[in-house]
């Protein structure tokens, strides 16, 4: 083989070569199995069974075959996404016969012969081999840390949890570490390789999770330490992740907003309120609000990348011919200091917080105040702002949207080319795709029971990842609060620490929920009053004011349900207040929602009554 990958041999039969080299590993494998039975190196360690020469052969022939798959694959494509499959395929079964070492090496000469800008092309040839690799029976055992010393191991409880990409991380945890190295190079290319190394990373944490040999929950955490990486990885990243449209046609979004209310609502809804909680506590002052999401700013030096306004988020148009501007000037290396400022597809986002949530949700309570204790105030901030993002992204769309989506699909829409023809002209066109509308009315009405079975199960996919997303961070918040609470008391709460822990629990009210979340979000909204009493009595009255408010729109719901227990809140956040001083009055409670009250509108099925009045200063009181 090596003979014939020489640059001297005709390209015909290096071609045949590439195409048939499945057959030829195949035999080099069998033969080194053969081999090792019929001398009886089988019995010796894996360092011992074959001779340095041979070593040396398998070596040769992974670089020689190395330029032939860069090189070739613009003239004979599918000899070398062959070769390129078969030499993955021999290196995942090395890892039976050979020294792990020397596998590793050979793994790390083929990733570094790709280079950042490569085309499309080579990235997909560069995943499938990872993935190919990665997919070894043995991934797990494989990622262990190496011998060091005279044959000592080290143990997991000794080793130092990384969650970032350092070379200790890589260098015990290799081959997960150069597949999250390689995952945070290809996410600042342009989409296609952000989708194809993302669905990689995905698919083998999906593989790891219903594996069978790892079902207790105590493997589960020990599974999620080499993925803690992936925090950092993020936190690089958040200022490209926070994208909160759902939908990029015009028509999409129109049912959205008759729906729920989009991110530029919130943002208008937080600068129409923030001066009348300011006249309600006496402070009218632009600082003393919950700062915004969008507003969070790193310390750190990438802090001067970062767009400073997600509003003016790109297109998706745009973002694609930026990101193929920007392609050549990104850098895939760890220390690289250049960032990429547009945001990601939102499937991806969506692909990468998934990662992000398993992740949260499978390591043990240690390991998780083991980073908290570990990151910068600037980290923390970027953590809480990832799992805020978590719950936009997986916010609950309730039946209504999810089934106006689905018969959207079969529709069709004129045409962006018919849309400029001339009037004469145009009408042929227009009539056409109406007739064909009509046609699709009529095979859906035919075949309408099997739409309604899809809407019910997506339906019902949405509302258990949301419920579960929420679940999780609901989780993750009671941890946090359980070992930080000193922190989050510090100047009687008003530090920007709090005010972030306060923002994601008054998020979990701003956006859609499921019913079920809703009851477990009333609950620990509960014990978080009870918690930090005096944040909410003796503090700064803008945290009860923005609380009061949201309890006020939960009590305006259409649901029954959420209704009683938005009061049911409402009335212990009073009973808590009365209590705090004493059982003498509860007047800031009093307050705050007489103030909430003035901007609510009138619900006939509101279980609070709710009167429009003009807002009038009122003074602070406790």
């Known amino acids: 083989m090596t003979a014939i990958l020489k640059p001297s041999t005709d390209f015909l039969t290096s071609n045949k070569l590439l195409k048939y080299s499945w057959y030829f590993f195949e035999v080099l494998v069998k033969s080194m199995a053969q081999h090792l039975i019929e001398t009886g190196k089988v019995k010796l360690s894996r360092n011992q069974r074959f001779t340095a020469s041979f070593h040396h052969a398998v070596e040769t022939l992974v670089n020689m075959l190395m330029p032939h798959i860069t090189q070739k694959y613009k003239d004979n494509l599918d000899a070398a996404r062959n070769a390129n499959h078969s030499l993955a395929v021999f290196i995942k079964r090395c890892f039976t016969f050979m020294d792990r070492g020397f596998v590793f090496k050979q793994i790390n000469n083929y990733v570094n012969c790709f280079v950042p800008g490569d085309p499309k092309t080579l990235y997909e040839f560069k995943f499938a081999f990872l993935r190919v690799v990665c997919n070894h029976e043995h991934f797990v055992p494989l990622n262990l840390p190496m011998p060091f010393g005279k044959g000592r191991l080290m143990r997991f409880q000794d080793l130092q949890l990384d969650y970032s990409l350092t070379d200790d991380f890589c260098r015990n945890h290799f081959l997960v570490g150069l597949l999250l190295r390689e995952v945070s190079g290809a996410v600042q290319e342009f989409r296609e390789i952000q989708q194809i190394a993302i669905n990689v990373l995905k698919s083998l944490m999906i593989k790891h999770t219903f594996d069978d040999r790892y079902a207790s929950k105590s493997q589960q955490s020990r599974l999620a330490t080499l993925y803690l990486p992936l925090f950092g990885l993020l936190q690089e990243n958040v200022h490209r992740l926070n994208v909160r449209e759902m939908c990029t046609s015009q028509s999409m979004k129109e049912d959205l907003l008759s729906i729920i209310p989009t991110a530029s609502s919130y943002k208008l809804d937080s600068s129409l309120h923030k001066d009348v909680f300011g006249v309600i506590s006496g402070t009218a002052s632009p600082h003393t ?91 923390l901030m970027d953590f809480f702002t990832l799992i805020e993002l978590c719950l936009h992204q997986f916010r609950y769309m309730g039946k209504r949207f999810i089934s106006r989506n689905q018969e959207g699909v079969g529709f ?50 949405e509302a258990n990842i949301s419920t579960e997303v929420c679940l999780t961070v609901l989780d993750t918040l009671s941890i946090f609060i359980m070992g930080f609470k000193t922190q989050l008391c510090a100047d009687l709460g008003h530090n920007p620490l709090m005010k972030k822990v306060f923002q994601v629990h008054l998020c979990f009210l701003q956006i859609p929920q499921s019913e079920m979340a809703l009851k477990n979000i009333f609950t620990s909204l509960r014990a978080f009053i009870h918690k930090f009493q005096s944040t909410f009595f003796d503090g700064r009255a803008d945290l009860c004011a923005w609380l009061c408010y ?73």
């Not at 969008?294 to 030096?301: E, K, L, Q």
């Not at 029971?449 to 019902?460: I, N, R």
């Not at 209704?563 to 009073?574: E, G, Q, V």
Request: aromatic share 6%; glycine share 6%; charged share 20%.
């Open 289 to 379: 609000s919950t700062p915004n999401i969008n507003a969070v700013r790193h310390a750190d030096s990438r802090g001067s990348l970062l767009s400073t306004d997600s509003g003016n988020s790109f297109t998706e148009k745009n973002s694609e011919k930026i990101s193929s501007v920007e392609k050549t000037q990104s850098g895939a290396g760890l220390g690289s200091s250049v960032l990429r400022g547009d945001k990601l597809d939102r499937e991806e986002i969506r692909n990468l917080l998934m990662c992000f949530l398993h992740v949260l949700k499978s390591m043990s309570e240690d390991a998780l105040f083991t980073y908290w204790n570990k990151a910068t105030p600037s980290d």
């Open 412 to 461: 069709m829409t004129p045409d962006r080319k018919s849309l400029t023809l001339p009037v004469s002209r145009n009408r042929a066109g227009i009539l056409h795709s109406r007739l064909h509308q009509l046609s699709t009315m009529e095979s859906a009405h035919t075949f309408s029971h099997t739409y309604g079975h899809v809407d019910s199960d997506a339906c019902l996919l």
């Open 550 to 622: 949201e309890i006020l729109k939960c009590c305006n719901s259409k649901l029954s349900s959420i209704r009683s227990d938005a009061a049911h809140l409402l009335y212990f956040l009073m009973k808590s207040n009365f209590d705090y001083t004493g059982r003498k009055s509860f007047v800031r409670t009093h307050l705050q929602a007489r103030g909430g009250n003035t901007w609510e509108p009138i619900n006939s099925h509101s279980s609070i009554s709710i009167k429009q009045n003009k807002p009038r200063p009122l003074g602070v009181a406790h």
